[in-house]
């Protein structure tokens, strides 16, 4: 009996010993995620010169969980060139109905320039005037405060997709492009495939939409997959690749918030389309949006954000 006892108390010793080793070493690796991220957020953060939103009474306050906006500008950076923002997303996120919504602005859409006095295709505010004029050039044409940006290097983007591991996605086209065959149905993609996948749309009969969609996908699967306990192995490469290839005015102190008081919002991602017509003027090809369409846009963001 008292062998028995010795030996159940010799087994709750090593169990204990093996718990807290556990314990110490999931300490150890959450630090050092922690340390990672951070330093990543250092290299990615980039502050502008732009004054609150005149479309905001009160700046957002992230531990009051207040609603807010990001403009996404996938640019494809060259040498000696700014370059065009020939992707444009707006992210907005609502804590209090758990839900983000992600719309897509066609690079083509005709719209007032705020800054340079005139008309133009939305994507040449970025080249005109790099992220300020592009977030005060959306958000004239949403109606809506655009209180963060985010610009990813679209050539980049393909080492975050391989840091996470690749993506899966739901294609409903069958084609091929740049030597790369993609199938109908779910399909596994690496970087260099993300980013041809992302970038077709001549063979698209949507055209421009049809690429949208498909940019959309491919990031709500990266953010699926980043936020994924199976990426925590992958966090380094993921970090490296997220500070080479991402700038942003969020601080890591808010980032950290985001996470704390929105995690369930992004698990519920809603996409969103703007209607345009196509048109030439000038002999240059432009998207027109109606007053009504606008109007629908304009609506349905303001009520995500709660500013109705």
Same mark, same amino acid.
């Given at each position: @009996? &008292?062998?028995?006892?010795? &030996? ?10 093996? =718990? ?73 996120? /609502? ?39 592009? @977030? ?58 993300? =980013?041809?996948?992302?970038? @077709? ?22 953010? /699926? ?18 500070? &080479?290839?991402? &700038? ?19 698990? /519920? ?12 003027? /000038?002999?240059?090809?432009?998207? =027109? ?20």
């Amino acid at each position: @009996m &008292k062998s028995h006892k010795r &030996k159940s108390r010799k087994w709750l010793k090593v169990t204990g010993i093996i =718990l807290l080793f556990m314990f110490i070493a999931l300490g150890i690796y959450s630090y050092t995620v922690y340390k990672t991220f951070k330093n990543a957020v250092v290299t990615m953060h980039q502050p502008i010169e732009r004054e609150i939103s005149a479309k905001r009474e009160t700046p957002v306050v992230f531990e009051k969980k207040d609603p807010f906006s990001v403009l996404m500008l996938g640019v494809d950076e060259r040498e000696g060139d700014k370059g065009r923002s020939d992707t444009i997303i707006v992210l907005t996120v /609502n804590p209090n109905n758990n839900s983000v919504k992600m719309l897509s602005i066609p690079r083509d859409t005709r719209t007032n320039i705020i800054g340079k006095g005139k008309e133009d295709k939305i994507n040449h505010a970025f080249a005109f005037g790099g992220v300020p004029m592009a @977030m005060d050039t959306v958000e004239n044409f949403l109606d809506i405060p655009i209180d963060y940006y985010m610009q990813i290097n679209m050539e980049g983007f393909k080492d975050i997709v391989d840091a996470v591991g690749g993506v899966e996605v739901q294609n409903n086209l069958d084609f091929t492009s740049n030597n790369f065959h993609f199938a109908k149905g779910e399909i596994t993609l690496n970087g260099e495939e993300a =980013l041809s996948f992302s970038r @077709m749309r001549y063979e698209d009969p949507r055209g421009d939409f049809g690429r949208q969609s498909r940019q959309r996908q491919i990031i709500q699967a990266v953010i /699926n997959k980043g936020v994924s306990l199976s990426s925590l192995t992958n966090f380094s490469d993921i970090s490296t690749a997220i500070g &080479k290839n991402i &700038k942003t005015n969020l601080t890591f102190e808010q980032i950290v918030n985001i996470q704390k008081n929105y995690r369930e919002a992004g698990k /519920n991602i809603q996409q969103m389309e703007i209607n345009e017509t196509g048109t030439m003027i /000038n002999k240059i090809y432009y998207g =027109l949006v109606s007053s009504e369409e606008k109007q629908r846009i304009q609506t349905e963001l303001k009520k995500q954000l709660d500013l109705q």
